[in-house]
């Protein structure tokens, strides 16, 4: 069983930051990426960014590029999303998720249907 959990949300006025935080448990498995995607109400999920596990390539939506860090530590099998400049707009639940490591490709990373783990999400809001 494995077994993603994200913390770090909260609440935050507009230009601020937070940094979320997503843990593995369970048992060992092989990975190409891990990713980090939001659902805001009233619309679908989508993708926000994307980390290589081995080698950290990094992929990110156009909408977060230079707001957003994402980075992993191996060792800790825990991914990270540093979020800068907070926007109203970034107000969403945001969801970890990670692949079984069966298909390494990189245009693959963006789509929800790569991931094959998903964790339960933690809630961003971002007030004006």
């Known amino acids: 069983q494995v077994r993603l959990v994200e913390s770090g949300g909260g609440l935050v006025q507009a230009g601020g930051s937070l940094r979320l935080a997503c843990a593995t448990s369970g048992r060992t498995f092989s990975r190409c990426a891990m990713a980090w995607f939001r659902q805001a109400p009233g619309k679908e999920r989508e993708f926000v960014a994307a980390?290589?596990?081995?080698?950290?390539?990094?992929y990110y939506a156009d909408s977060v590029k230079g707001r957003f860090t994402i980075s992993r530590d191996n060792a800790k099998n825990t991914v990270y999303l540093q979020m800068n400049s907070l926007k109203p707009e970034d107000t969403a639940v945001y969801y970890c998720?990670?692949?079984?490591?069966?298909?390494?490709?990189?245009?693959?990373?963006?789509?929800?249907?790569?991931?094959?783990?998903w964790g339960q999400g933690t809630q961003v809001t971002v007030s004006s």
């Open positions: 980390i290589r596990w081995t080698g950290g390539g990094t």
């Open positions: 998720a990670a692949d079984r490591g069966n298909i390494c490709i990189s245009s693959t990373y963006y789509a929800q249907t790569h991931y094959d783990y």
